[in-house]
């Protein structure tokens, strides 16, 4: 980390203590599902993306601020889903060990960045090949990890991971959590490699297209081009046009 | 309020500032889904029952807790279903009222009570008959109100209510809420009750039956005895045996 561009650690009059968040963000490549980690400088920690929110900003404001700075990404579609608040993820050698690590001297013991935190926790679904994620100044390296081959988190971060899975897939129908992860027309093969790769197991093909219709979500646009017309497959929609892109007001 | 009883307010250091939880529990008569409401002293303000997170607490026991301090209730069921923290929520004003009205001199105008607070809302689920609400110091009533008939709520209360009550429609099947609002053991008719109570609309008798034995968490028993032997129901039971009683550790 060069030191001329060290930035001041965020200030305790600016934050509500106690309180942070935290999110897994999902990306879908048309195969695998992934998620966004990052590492921190010179500790070969792993963490998913989050921060601290203002003393006068809406909390989830904040999260689409923080995640924005901190990976690079504007304008996703978020939903909290969890918040936890176990004693036991009050873990100070964890974050003093972060911050030692890119130089500030920690001086003070009693740091509110050193203190317990209640995490509110998002997820994120997001299209590849939209986005260009970056690292913030703590890390130094912005990574996707297809969801088996996670490196070991941080603190109850590997929780967090598996808690907005098992919602993704209770909330598969009902958000319409395609629609944030496929392009606005696609094929029905394309629609079930998303549910594949999100259910983690391979679906009869008739029995999807069946289930999909019968759920009057989908409406039927032309054919896919492909050179051979009798085997080009039908391209759908969601029938509610409008991508949800910000987390509802609360 | 005797003032003989008085009691110190919640201690700054004993508790993490600006966090606390509210309640909507729901209960059900066989009739009416309705909810508990707290009056405060001399003030006719009206709020779900909430409080505040011990420093050394994990946040699932400090709602359990909490609960039964300010309303009786012990071993309820609890769901955790969203955390609320727009800054439009920040009424320091309706905090002043209530602790003024119950002898409280708020001298320090900075007190931790007047601060904002995120709030983390849980719903419950009672059987009427199996509790008794009292009300806390703090308040002079606590009571049932049907869902359609709430007196007006402090704060962002009755937006907390209406999330709560479209999460209870959503969780209907895949959470078996009924488990929580019937005795061990009932009638196809009463299942329908408490759907129809929770969705707030009637449901055909048959498409409703169809509906639940093709979900397959149904157990057939003897029928309820009623005299008439050829117009007694077949009695139910949820498949799962376990009732859930606490809210998930996170």
Known sequence: ??????????LAEDFIPHLAYDSVIFGFNGKQLKILILEYHNTGLFALPGGFVKRDEPLNTAVSRGLKERTGLDEIYLEQFYTFGDFSRYDPEVMRVILEANGYDLKNENHWLLDRFISVAYYALINYNEVAPRPDELSDSINWYAIE????????????????L?????????????????PEKFTMKELQQVYE????????????????????????????????AHKAPFLYSFKSKKKQRHPSSA
Do not use: C, W, Y
Not at 1 to 10: A, G, R, S
Not at 149 to 164: G, N, T, W, Y
Not at 208 to 215: G, N, P, T
């Open 166 to 182: 098992a919602t993704l897939r209770e909330n598969l129908d009902k958000k319409l959590v395609g629609m944030n992860l496929l």
């Open 149 to 164: 081959e996670l490196p070991a988190l941080i603190q109850d971060h590997q929780k967090i991971v598996e808690k907005a």
């Open 1 to 10: 980390m060069d030191p001329n561009k060290k930035k001041q650690l965020p």
């Open 197 to 228: 790769a999100v259910l983690g197991e391979k679906l009869r093909r008739t029995t999807f297209q069946r289930k999909m219709l019968s759920l009057d979500i989908l409406e039927r646009h032309e054919k896919r081009f492909s050179g051979r």
